[in-house]
Structure formats: structure tokens, C-alpha cells
């Protein structure tokens, strides 16, 4: 079994400053001795980055990015580089979120093309997935997950190390919306994602799978409790410290 990691994805919150003093508060408030049983990631935006990567990973957690290009180097204005990230000291970038599916448009192609180029230029990357509500009440569940997984991974050579992949699957109808998904649907939806791994790449059974959507200290246990949930993904309750302590240690 990995060990559950756990993710703050800040989303456009925090100015540096701001994620400074969030540190300071959420080191201050752990036991750190949590960090045998889980590991633990902040994806703060790419403002903040240089200032809270030394601290973060000097305190044992790592750092990780929210986007970035599929190119070394060029012309393209407003965009960031893999090698960039790997430069300011991140560990992971995060590839597919739903905001950027299905609010900037990007296409599962183009979510493929990161998620291969920044894995070959040695960062880790969390892979996101996930069904809107209509293909949810379409039964279309498994096959936008097998749609947005073959995509996602058309280029990852299959004997990709389990540490160098993370999938997150994030309902989107459960971003942001305070409505978790059901233990049930959960469940299936894990499974699902493992076996479609498991037809695909050698690691399958190690590579870690995390839960998004409206994970909270109130239910955080409970979500990490369930079969293939190897971790959490969390938006909105990573952005108070005090929350994201709890999360942190939740069930421990
Ligand atoms: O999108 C998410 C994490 O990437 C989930 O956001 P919330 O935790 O705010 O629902």
C-alpha cells in the first residue's frame, strides 16, 4: 500500500505573502511526526512558488506546480516550462484539473502531450480525472474515465515508475460544490481507475489513485478508508491551516 498523499491545490488563492504566513501557521500546528504515515504536497500558484519551496521541502513536504507547457523553451507567452518548475525545486505539476478542461478549454490531446513531456523531463505529475454530472446521469462514468486515462497516458512509456505517476479522480459535479461523492460511487470509480491502469502500465498496482472534491476534516478519514483511495486532492479546506492540519492527520 503507498503512502497517502496529501495535496493542497490552491487554485488562484494566496499572494506570497499570504502562503508564507499559511506555512508558518500550518508547521507551527502539526506533528510532524505524521510524516511517516503520509506525505504531503502544497500547489500553491506559480507566484508563490519561490518563496515556499525552501520551507516546504526543508520541513519534509514537497511542492508542486498547477500547470505547465509542453515545451523546454519558447514562444509561448504567459506559459512555463517543466524545467522551470524543476528549477524552483517542485517535485509535481498537476495536469487535466477540471478548471483547466473545462474552464480554459484544454483538450484531453493537449492534457496527454503535458502529462508525457513533464514526466520525461523528470517531474512528477498528478494526472486529474473526472465525470460532470451529466455523464454521470448518462451512465457515462467508466467510459470518460477510460477516454481521459488512454489520452492522458497515450505517451507515458508503460514501465513509468509508480513514484513518477499520481491519478487523481475528481468528480467535477464535487469541486467547489460542498457535495461529496458517496463512499459507493467513490469505490467504483478507484476500481475502475486501477483496472484500466492495470491494462496499461506495469506499476499499476502501486500507483497511487487520490479522491477530489469537497474533502474535508469532517469526512477525510472516512474517503481514505475506502479500497484504492490513496490520498486526497483538496481545494477549498486546504486553505485554512487549522483545516489542513486536520486533513493532514486525519484517522492517524
Ligand atoms: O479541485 C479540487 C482539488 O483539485 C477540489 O476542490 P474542493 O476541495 O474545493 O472541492
Not at 507515458?156 to 467547489?176: C, F, K, Q, R, S
Request: a negative charge.
Amino acid at each position: 500500500m503507498p503512502k497517502p498523499l496529501m495535496a493542497a491545490n490552491w487554485k488562484m488563492f494566496k499572494t506570497s505573502t499570504q502562503a508564507l504566513e499559511f506555512f508558518e501557521d500550518f508547521s507551527e500546528t502539526l506533528d510532524s511526526t505524521v510524516l511517516k504515515d503520509r506525505d504531503v504536497l502544497f500547489l500553491p500558484p506559480f507566484t508563490s512558488l519561490e518563496a515556499l519551496s525552501d520551507p516546504v521541502r526543508f520541513a519534509g513536504f514537497s511542492i508542486g506546480a498547477q500547470n505547465c507547457y509542453p515545451a523546454a523553451e519558447g514562444a509561448f507567452t504567459g506559459e512555463i516550462a517543466p524545467g522551470m518548475l524543476l528549477d524552483l525545486g517542485c517535485d509535481y505539476v498537476l495536469t487535466g484539473h477540471s478548471e483547466r478542461r473545462h474552464v480554459l478549454g484544454e483538450s484531453d490531446e493537449f492534457v496527454g502531450q503535458k502529462t508525457a513531456f513533464a514526466l520525461d523531463q523528470g517531474l512528477g505529475v498528478i494526472l486529474c480525472i473526472g465525470e460532470t454530472l451529466e455523464q454521470r446521469k448518462a451512465g457515462q462514468v467508466e467510459t470518460v474515465l477510460k477516454r481521459q486515462l488512454e489520452s492522458g497516458l497515450r505517451d507515458v512509456p508503460n514501465d513509468v515508475p509508480a513514484e513518477a505517476l499520481t491519478i487523481a479522480y475528481e468528480p467535477v459535479w464535487a469541486i467547489g460544490t460542498g457535495e461529496v461523492a458517496q463512499d459507493e460511487d467513490i469505490r467504483e470509480a478507484h476500481a475502475t481507475v486501477r483496472g484500466l491502469l492495470a491494462d496499461r502500465l506495469s506499476a499499476a498496482a502501486d500507483i497511487r489513485i487520490l479522491y477530489g472534491g469537497s474533502v474535508k476534516p469532517a469526512n477525510c478519514a472516512q474517503i481514505l478508508s475506502l479500497d484504492n483511495v490513496n490520498g486526497v486532492l483538496v481545494g477549498g479546506a486546504s486553505l485554512q491551516a487549522a483545516s489542513f492540519v486536520d486533513i493532514v492527520s486525519a484517522g492517524l
